[in-house]
Structure formats: structure tokens, C-alpha cells
């Protein structure tokens, strides 16, 4: 009776032991689970963050365009004026335009 008592305690414990260690084993699945899944959204979060860099830089490089772009045309708007001053000294007669056109 003692024997079978005791042994009836060993299996006993034995199973717990065993759910112990299922449990152990289904907790370190889940949690081999959660690294991969955190790893891949690292991954995703870092190629988020490399498409931002290069929208910052394209933007970058765009507002360098724009400020040249400006300088151009302000340079342009400057020469066209020279120009018209230039274009002004000079003056025509309509008799000298109707030589010039026969």
C-alpha cells in the first residue's frame, strides 16, 4: 500500500514534470516566434528608414535645383535688360525700313 502510494506519487510527479516541460518547450517556440517576427520588422523598419534618407536627399537635391534654377532665370531677366538697352541706342526711320524691305 505504501509502495503503491509511492508510486502512484512518482507518476504523479512525473506527469507534472512533463506538462512542466511542454509548456517549456510551447513558451520557448512562441517566444523563438516573437524574435523572428521582431527581427523582420526591424528589417522592414530599416527599409523604411533608407526610403526616407532618400527622399530627404532627393528633396535636397531638388531645392539645390530650384535655387539654380532661379539664379538662371534671374541672370536672364538681367541680360534681357541689357539687351533692350543695348537695342534702344539704336533708332530706325520708316524710310530706311522700306529701303531695306524693297
Do not use: Y
Amino acid at each position: 500500500t505504501e509502495v503503491s502510494h509511492g508510486s502512484r506519487l512518482v507518476a504523479d510527479a512525473a506527469s507534472r514534470l512533463q506538462a512542466m516541460l511542454e509548456a517549456a518547450r510551447s513558451s520557448s517556440e512562441l517566444m523563438d516566434g516573437i524574435a523572428r517576427e521582431s527581427r523582420s520588422q526591424a528589417a522592414a523598419i530599416e527599409e523604411v528608414n533608407t526610403a526616407v534618407r532618400q527622399l530627404d536627399e532627393m528633396t535636397q537635391h531638388n531645392a539645390a535645383l530650384v535655387e539654380q534654377t532661379n539664379a538662371a532665370i534671374e541672370q536672364t531677366e538681367a541680360q534681357a535688360v541689357d539687351l533692350d538697352q543695348i537695342v534702344s541706342i539704336f533708332t530706325t526711320s520708316d524710310r530706311m525700313s522700306t529701303r531695306r524691305a524693297a
